[in-house]
């Protein structure tokens, strides 16, 4: 036999004749994009609170509110936690005026930059005040699913968790859509054990989307503001002193002799 390079002495092999592959050890891929944090969902307070602290970041105090702001002067609404009156024309303001905003009567900005970077920091304090609170009701939530499920063990530990949603927790995030169950059943005829499975109706995305748009925003009734011009009457007639000249239906009633 023919000896080549690659092939052993003292061997009659023909597969000793291939020249062996050397396997490069692959680098790990890299996982592609964000992963996506694991954690309970956000409650619709804590979304609030974010909100309007990251409106306050970006608004200059100029702009004026898309919605037309409230005139109800805090009677049809709660009073504004935050501007409670307008400093430069003295509007009082209900909790529908948001401090991002201006004033929806003179366009004046309703915090000063040293007002602003305070609130800021408070709504950075009231949003970790808020999930330290959610926290631990979460977990007092789940001790005590804990405790009334006794000897009984549970399914896995996806199931513990999806049994106890926390604060702020939805259907939709705690029971993934189309997830199957396997559901077991006794059949009293037969006495044999039937296990089955079970998927619950798919609940559409986009009527999600809607409803947490809809909590996220709430419409209420707003007061528009007044006229420019302020309605005046005639002068009444020497003949009825006592006539409404606004129009309005009313009769007079003389006075009763005694």
Not at 13 to 36: C, E, F, H, T, Y
Not at 60 to 88: E, V, W
Request: aromatic letters at 4%.
């Amino acid at each position: 036999m023919n000896h080549t390079a690659w092939t052993k002495k003292g061997s009659s092999l023909p597969s000793d004749r291939i020249p062996p592959k050397v396997q490069s050890q692959a680098a790990p891929a890299k996982a592609k994009g964000k992963q996506k944090e694991t954690g309970p969902p956000k409650s619709k307070e804590v979304r609030k609170l974010e909100k309007l602290r990251d409106d306050l970041r970006k608004a200059s105090g100029r702009d004026k509110d898309p919605n037309g702001g409230c005139f109800c002067q805090a009677r049809m609404h709660p009073l504004s936690p935050y501007t409670p009156i307008c400093r430069a024309c003295g509007l009082i303001l209900c909790e529908l005026n948001l401090p991002n905003y201006a004033c929806p009567h003179c366009g004046g900005a309703l915090l000063t930059p040293a007002a602003k970077d305070s609130l800021v920091d408070s709504l950075d304090a009231r949003i970790a005040e808020t999930i330290a609170k959610e926290e631990e009701e979460r977990q007092r939530a789940i001790q005590a699913a804990r405790s009334a499920e006794g000897a009984f063990p549970t399914l896995s530990a996806a199931a513990s968790r999806a049994s106890t949603p926390g604060p702020g927790s939805d259907a939709q995030s705690s029971h993934p859509v189309n997830q199957s169950h396997k559901v077991l059943s006794l059949d009293s005829k037969t006495r044999k054990v039937k296990v089955s499975s079970y998927t619950p109706p798919a609940v559409s995305r986009a009527a999600s989307a809607e409803t947490v748009a809809r909590e996220a925003e709430p419409q209420h009734k707003r007061v528009p503001p007044p006229p420019a011009e302020v309605a005046c009457s005639s002068a009444p007639s020497p003949h009825r002193p006592w006539a409404n000249t606004r129009g309005l239906n009313v009769t007079y009633v003389p006075p009763s002799r005694v």
